[in-house]
């Protein structure tokens, strides 16, 4: 398989979004290269389920109960990834940006033909919060215990996500 460039960002729990507390995002430009119609197959085929084909939503939300991988099939789009204080991220057809549970996300801005494909590790279950009322407890609680994917979702147990995350 060919080696993936990976960018990772770690982002602090800023009372309203948690984030994660050790894992950090990861963004792999150009992750699908060629492939990124059939984004949905490879996330699966990688044991990442419970998929999806739409966009992202335009506020802050985060799973507490799942780690989310996003795969962009088509257009452009500025993400702000984990909360008010977090970054601006540019992502384009082809990348695919492996969140962490607990990690913010909102879309802010993007090209009309902007589309995601979202999956989840083993087709867990996930939630949506935004960090709003008793939710950010809550979160604190449930993030350490969401488990590790087993495998990437691009190239299942020999991709960087176990390299990285499974040294954290």
């Known amino acids: 398989m060919s080696e993936l460039e990976v960018k990772t960002f770690l982002f602090k729990d800023d009372g309203k979004i948690p984030n994660h507390p050790k894992l950090p995002m990861l963004l792999y430009p150009n992750g699908l290269v060629d492939n990124a119609e059939e984004c949905e197959k490879i996330f699966n085929k990688n044991n990442w389920e419970n998929s999806w084909a739409g966009n992202v939503f335009g506020y802050h939300h985060f799973h507490s109960v799942s780690h989310e991988a996003i795969g962009v099939i088509s257009g452009a789009a500025t993400l702000k990834m984990g909360g008010e204080n977090g970054m601006e991220i540019q992502v384009k057809k082809g990348d695919v940006a492996v969140i962490p549970a607990g990690v913010g996300h909102k879309k802010i801005s993007a090209s009309e033909d902007f589309k995601v494909v979202g999956a989840y590790p083993g087709g867990m279950e996930y939630d949506l919060k935004t960090g ?14 969401v488990p590790l994917p087993e495998t990437d979702p691009i190239q299942g147990t020999d991709g960087p996500l176990i390299d990285i995350w499974h040294k954290e």
């Open 132 to 145: 709003q009322g008793l939710e950010w407890e809550e979160a604190l609680k449930n993030i350490p215990q």
